[in-house]
């Protein structure tokens, strides 16, 4: 639906400001940010449920733009719980502390994905059809490289692009 997609022009994003607000660096001062972001998410158990970091996109990293791009947190959810073996008994369903730098790395990657799916998809129906993808080819070069046959689409792409 319309509601569930941000509404995003070629310069609105902040992408300073976003990568300054999550903390994914490996030196000292980003692992603390990184360990008290993650404790005031937390309900004090241990471990973040969907509905704890998507509470926390909102309240406490307060970026409108990711937290309306239900589907990039919920890919970036789903790769990281599942990126190490958990020491919990229910631990492999939900994100503990030593996945957290990484499900900041995927959200910020999969929101990268999201903005520029959104920016392609022109009609707001989550899907890119061929003549959306054919009209903004030039802008996916840029992107990803040059995209060596017109007929790439048409080969590889059967019904429209979805962003699952």
Same mark, same amino acid.
């Not at 937390?42 to 990711?66: H, P």
């Not at 947190?73 to 369903?93: L, P, V």
């Given at each position: 639906?319309m509601a569930?997609k941000?509404?995003m022009g070629e310069?609105?994003i902040?992408?300073t +400001?976003?990568?300054?607000k999550l ?7 980003s692992?603390a940010?990184?360990k008290? &972001?993650?404790?005031?998410m937390d309900?004090g158990?241990?471990?973040l449920s969907?509905?704890?970091?998507d509470?926390?996109i909102?309240?406490i990293?307060a970026v409108d733009?990711?937290?309306? +791009?239900k589907p990039?947190i ?6 990281a719980?599942?990126s190490?073996k958990s ?6 369903d939900y994100?503990e &502390? ?6 900041l &790395? ?17 009609d707001?129906?989550?899907r890119?059809d061929?003549a ?5 080819? +030039?802008?996916?070069e840029?992107?990803?490289g040059?995209?060596?046959?017109k007929?790439?689409y #048409? ?5 429209p692009? #979805?962003?699952l």
């Amino acid at each position: 639906t319309m509601a569930s997609k941000p509404m995003m022009g070629e310069g609105e994003i902040d992408w300073t +400001a976003l990568n300054a607000k999550l903390p994914t660096g490996s030196d000292k001062a980003s692992k603390a940010r990184r360990k008290r &972001l993650f404790e005031s998410m937390d309900n004090g158990n241990g471990i973040l449920s969907l509905a704890e970091v998507d509470k926390g996109i909102r309240d406490i990293l307060a970026v409108d733009e990711i937290f309306n +791009a239900k589907p990039a947190i919920m890919r970036a959810y789903q790769i990281a719980k599942n990126s190490t073996k958990s020491k919990f008994e229910c631990g492999d369903d939900y994100i503990e &502390l030593k996945e957290f730098r990484y499900f900041l &790395l995927s959200l910020r990657q999969y929101f990268e994905y999201w903005v520029a799916f959104c920016r392609t998809d022109k009609d707001g129906d989550r899907r890119i059809d061929r003549a959306e993808f054919c009209a903004a080819r +030039a802008k996916m070069e840029v992107w990803v490289g040059k995209i060596e046959n017109k007929q790439w689409y #048409q080969r590889r792409v059967r019904g429209p692009l #979805q962003f699952l």
